[in-house]
Nanobody
Framework: QVQLVESGGGLVQAGGSLRLSCIAS????????MGWFRQAPGKEREFVAT????????YYTDSVKGRFTISRENAKNTVYLQMNSLKPEDTAVYYC?????????????????WGQGTQVTVSS
């Protein structure tokens, strides 16, 4: 069983930055891919970014490329999402998710464990 706890959300003005963190329990963190997803009010959950077990492969949704960076510290069982140049359309609840496989995937159906989410609000 894996438990994921996100932190770092908050209210920020457009153009600002936030860094989300997700701490995972369990000894298998270093061998599994991790992802970030988000869900805005009235919308379906969408993929944001994913990172393979060793950080060697990352994927991003087009709308965040060049602004967001996903990274991980396996020694700390932590995955991060650095968000720069934030826009009002980035406002959503952001969820951390873990696979039981080493390979990064963009579909939420490939993820087995989910955090409770952290709210990110970007004001214009």
């Amino acid at each position: 069983q894996v438990q994921l706890v996100e932190s770092g959300g908050g209210l920020v003005q457009a153009g600002g930055s936030l860094r989300l963190s997700c701490i995972a329990s369990g000894r298998t963190f270093s061998s599994v891919a991790m992802g970030w997803f988000r869900q805005a009010p009235g919308k379906e959950r969408e993929f944001v970014a994913t990172i393979a077990w060793n950080g060697g492969t990352t994927y991003y949704t087009d709308s965040v490329k060049g602004r967001f960076t996903i990274s991980r510290e396996n020694a700390k069982n932590t995955v991060y999402l650095q968000m720069n140049s934030l826009k009002p359309e980035d406002t959503a609840v952001y969820y951390c998710a873990a696979r039981t496989s080493a390979y990064a995937r963009t579909s939420d159906s490939h993820y087995d464990y989910w955090g409770q989410g952290t709210q990110v609000t970007v004001s214009s």
